[in-house]
C-alpha cells in the first residue's frame, strides 16, 4: 500500500518508501515503556551502526527469527553455534561484533534486571519520566547526540553494554519517544507531543 503523499513528513523520511513512511507515521517517537522492547530497540540501533536504518527495518522480521524473538533470557546463553548460525543467514546484518555485543547486551540487561534495576525506568529518569520536547523547524537543526545522551551512553557502557555510543544513544531516544524530535512542520509532531502530556 503505498504512502499518503499529502501528509508533511520529516525531511528524512523517503516519501517514496511505504516501508519507511509506515515506520515514521506509527512508531518512530511514540513513548515506549516496556522494558525488553526497549532493549530491542537498543540492539537493532547498535546494529544500525555504519548502516542505513531503512536496512534494518527490512531485516527487522529475519533478525528478530534469528535472535529468539529478542528475549534477552536465550540471547544470553548463546555459544559458538548460535553465532555461526546467525553469521550464516543473508537476512541478518553479518557482523560477529555485532553479534557478540548483542549477546553481552542481553547478558548486561540481566545483570541489571538481578540488581533490581528496571531497564526502563533507568532510561526514561534520564528524561525525568516523560518525553522531552523539542520545537525544531527542520531536520538540519536536530542534532546527532547531546549531552543527555552522552551521559546515558557513558553510563550503559559502565553496565557492559557495547554498540551504544551518544549518537546510537541519541537515535534510540528519538525513536523511543524519549525525545521528541518529529519537526514542527510534520504531521506527527503535535499528536506525539500529545502522548507524552505537552500541550
Not at 61 to 78: G, K, L
Not at 79 to 85: V, Y
Request: proline content about 6%.
Amino acid at each position: 500500500m503505498p504512502a499518503d503523499q499529502t501528509l508533511s513528513r520529516c525531511a528524512w523520511v523517503p516519501e517514496n518508501d511505504a516501508l519507511y513512511c509506515a515506520y515514521h507515521d506509527t512508531e518512530w517517537g511514540v513513548p515506549e515503556y516496556d522494558s525488553r522492547a526497549l532493549w530491542e530497540k537498543l540492539i537493532l540501533d547498535g546494529m544500525q551502526a555504519g548502516l542505513a536504518w531503512i536496512t534494518i527495518l527490512r531485516k527487522r522480521e529475519t533478525i528478530r527469527a534469528a535472535f529468539d524473538q529478542f528475549d534477552p533470557e536465550a540471547i544470553a546463553r548463546y555459544g559458538e553455534e548460535d553465532i555461526a548460525r546467525i553469521l550464516s543467514d543473508p537476512g541478518v546484518i553479518r557482523s560477529k561484533a555485532k553479534t557478540a555485543a548483542a549477546i553481552g547486551n542481553a547478558q548486561a540487561f540481566l545483570d541489571m534486571r538481578e540488581a533490581g534495576e528496571d531497564f526502563s525506568e533507568f532510561l526514561w529518569t534520564y528524561a525525568g519520566g516523560k518525553p522531552l520536547q523539542t520545537d525544531f523547524p527542520s531536520s538540519g537543526q536536530v542534532p546527532a547526540k547531546t549531552p543527555l545522551s552522552e551521559q546515558i551512553a557513558k553510563d550503559l557502557k559502565k553496565r557492559g553494554f557495547k554498540f551504544c555510543g551518544p549518537v546510537i544513544v541519541y537515535a534510540f531516544m528519538q525513536a523511543v519517544g524519549m525525545v521528541n524530535d518529529h519537526t514542527t512542520d510534520c504531521h506527527r509532531h503535535a499528536p506525539v507531543k500529545a502522548m507524552g502530556g505537552g500541550a
